[in-house]
Nanobody, 122 residues
């Protein structure tokens, strides 16, 4: 089992920045990739970004490319999401996720955090 705890959400004005953190514990040696997803009110959860835990290759949704950066610190078992140039449409609950199975970076994540609220005011 892998446990995930997010932190760093909050309220920010449009154009501002936030950094989310996700600390993993448990069987972290089994992690193949970690990702960030978000869910806005009345919408389905959507992929935001992912990173391969070993080699660090990254993937982004088109809507955040160039504004968000995912990174990881293997020594701390922590993944980060640096969010710059935030827009009101980025408002959502952001979830950290981890997966052991190889394959797609965009789906089939097995472990999820509790979520952290990000609100961007206009």
């Amino acid at each position: 089992q892998v446990q995930l705890v997010e932190s760093g959400g909050g309220l920010v004005q449009a154009g501002g920045s936030l950094r989310l953190s996700c600390a993993a514990s448990g069987r972290t040696f089994s992690i193949w990739a970690m990702g960030w997803f978000r869910q806005a009110p009345g919408k389905e959860r959507e992929f935001v970004a992912a990173i391969n835990w070993s080699i660090g290759i990254t993937y982004y949704a088109d809507s955040v490319k160039g504004r968000f950066t995912i990174s990881r610190d293997n020594a701390k078992n922590t993944v980060y999401l640096q969010m710059n140039s935030l827009k009101p449409e980025d408002t959502a609950v952001y979830y950290c996720a981890a997966k052991r199975s190889t394959g797609s970076y965009y789906r089939e994540y097995e472990y999820w955090g509790q979520g952290t609220q990000v609100t961007v005011s206009s």
